[in-house]
């Protein structure tokens, strides 16, 4: 099969019109196909010539199909980075951003058909691009690809850069909501990914803050799974849902109220108040797939967090016992279960028969606790300020009392 070999970028682009042409009418014979991939490689030659890169990404695109069906992997790897280099001949962003979406929209058409080597296409072109939002696009059809393709776990290592590529991007609230839940979608696949997928929905349900109800209703059914996947997930305690007006329209909404009041008794009650709810709801609860014994357990956990909460400091192991509704054997193991867990500092007095509990997790982190946090800080910044204004002055003084002593010696 004939290779693509360029000598020069004009010659690669040549290269590639030629290789797609011979390629696309080789059945036709050689007195038809001639012609027309004579026909081609003069097009490319004048849109080379005119500088017309994006008449000319569109012609060297057409053939794309039949190259990933025909062709090795190495060399798709090798005409598809001639074409995506189109993108640095301009510089006029919306002429690269046209580009961007011809060859995204090629490479994206048949994803189950070599998938892997389609994400690296995409992820050359994302590299050649310094345009943030043509960034942004490419990074977001890089996303539907591994999905479509199934090739996901290429992709999700990224998903620890997001942070900085917001940065970078500077794209808006809907860009924003479409890449969290995009993401989020992306991770509650992989059940070991549940407490990173909450997060991101979270990330999606913070960005309708300040919208009004009309806007808000597009979110009520990502507020309904994130209320979902929180109760459910044995490892997340601690979450801001109540704070978030995505979630807060859910109290009296018709469907969703119910489980709203689930995700108050999670994060403001204890052990009883689940046990009443599930007593009444529990229909509604196996229709989520919550499994009862589950949501048992982390409420236990729950609620002993508020009690290490309430400010003595010291807890009975009775009074563990009664709220946390079991033996008095157990007592020990779920304290056990919370250090672990790093949502108690605690010390067990078997002695006395007393957790002595300092540093406990808030359950809810909101507002509220943002201020708390804020105020510690600003007094430890000045307590740090003081003490080295101390230091300073003490040097001052040892220094001053040195040269006295200089002074007489001579």
């Known amino acids: 099969m004939t290779t693509v070999v360029p000598t020069s970028e004009e ?3 040549l290269s590639v019109v030629r290789f797609a042409s011979e390629l696309a009418w080789a059945d036709a014979g050689p007195e038809i196909a001639e012609p027309q991939v004579s026909r081609l490689c003069m097009e490319a030659e004048e849109f080379i010539v005119m500088g017309k890169w994006l008449e000319l990404a569109t012609l060297m695109i057409t053939s ?4 990933f069906s025909k062709v090795s992997e190495i060399d798709i790897e090798s005409i598809f980075t001639i074409i995506c280099n189109l993108v640095t001949k301009t510089e006029n962003p919306d002429e690269v951003m046209e580009i961007v979406k011809v ?3 090629k490479v994206i058409q048949q994803p189950n058909e070599k998938p892997a080597v389609r994400l690296k296409i995409l992820i050359n072109l994302y590299n050649l691009l310094e345009t943030p939002y043509c960034q942004f696009y490419v990074y977001i059809k890089l996303l539907n690809l591994a999905v479509d393709g199934k090739v996901t776990e290429y992709i999700i290592p990224s998903f620890k850069k997001i942070d900085s590529f917001l940065k970078d991007w500077k794209i808006g609230i809907p860009e924003q909501r479409e890449l969290f839940l995009t993401i989020s979608n992306i991770l509650k696949e992989n059940k070991s990914m549940s407490k990173d997928a909450f997060k991101f929905l979270t ?3 913070a960005t309708f803050l300040g919208e009004d109800a009309n806007v808000l209703s597009e979110a009520k059914e990502e507020a309904a799974r994130a209320i979902v996947e929180f109760v459910r997930a044995p490892d997340v305690f601690q979450c801001d849902l109540l704070d978030l007006p995505a979630v807060g329209q859910l109290e009296k909404d018709a469907k969703y109220a119910l489980l709203y009041q689930l995700l108050k008794i999670f994060l403001t009650q204890r052990l009883d108040a689940y046990l009443d709810y599930h007593a009444a709801n529990s229909t509604l609860l196996n229709s989520y797939g919550l499994v009862h014994e589950e949501c048992i357990a ?3 956990m729950m609620s002993l967090v508020d009690l290490s909460s309430d400010g003595s400091g010291k807890i009975p192991y009775e009074l563990i016992r009664e709220t946390l509704q079991i033996n008095d054997d157990e007592v ?9 867990a790093k949502l108690i500092d605690c010390k067990m007095d078997q002695l006395n028969q007393v957790v002595v509990a300092s540093h406990p997790t808030d359950r809810v982190f909101g507002q509220h606790q943002w201020k708390e946090l804020r105020t510690k800080l600003v007094t430890w910044k ?3 300020a003081n003490v080295i204004s101390t230091i300073q002055a003490n040097k001052v003084t040892e220094d001053g009392s040195q040269v006295a002593q200089g002074l007489v010696v001579r």
Not at 64 to 67: D, G, N, V
């Open 11 to 13: 010659d690669a682009a």
């Open 64 to 67: 794309a199909e039949l190259i």
């Open 103 to 105: 060859i995204t929209a």
């Open 203 to 205: 990330n999606y349900l």
């Open 298 to 300: 982390k409420m236990r």
């Open 332 to 340: 020990e193991l779920w304290v056990v279960r919370a250090i672990t």
């Open 382 to 384: 000045g307590n740090i």
